[in-house]
């Protein structure tokens, strides 16, 4: 069963309290992140049509939790490649999942991406390199959480 992940204040891919964000109703499983989402149309890069930029914010923002989720570890975007496969559109309603592929080699992490559309169809797909940042960091993430319950328990 999926348990709900809070949201971090202000941030435009998951924070809920962010009246321009895309406030992503993240879940995670115990192996993936999942968020089914519909877009505005304020995300068109031309009429219907989602912006590339915003469908690599939501694939990044998926990989970035199933880390957080997994690892326990707060971390940045080093490199991420995107393939489109086709449009994600500002009517429709998506799934995005996200994943650890590889466990750290030092501080590096390697997570993948999927969006797919209400047929299951993959619409956009991405891998990325995930570089740890210090442990003081997830403390202070941790602080700007909406409701840190989720990471506190055992």
Request: net charge negative; glycine share 8%; with cysteine.
């Amino acid at each position: 069963m999926a348990e709900p992940l809070p949201s971090y204040h202000g941030c435009f891919g998951c924070g809920r309290d962010n009246p321009i964000g895309v406030a992503l109703p993240l879940e995670w499983d115990g192996e993936k992140v999942r968020a089914i989402f519909s877009l505005k149309r304020e995300y068109a890069g031309f009429e219907g049509v989602a912006h590339g930029g915003i469908v690599c914010t939501i694939l990044d923002e998926a990989m970035w939790w199933a880390i957080a989720a997994q690892e326990r570890k707060c971390t940045v975007t080093a490199d991420m490649t995107v393939k489109f496969h086709r449009p994600v559109t500002t009517q429709g309603t998506y799934t995005v999942e996200g994943w650890v592929k590889d466990k750290p080699r030092s501080r590096v992490f390697v997570a993948a991406a999927r969006v797919v559309d209400a047929k299951g169809q993959v619409c956009a797909q991405s891998e990325a390199r995930f570089v740890a940042l210090p442990d003081r960091e997830w403390q202070r993430f941790l602080e700007g959480l909406t409701d840190p319950s989720f990471f506190l328990q055992e």
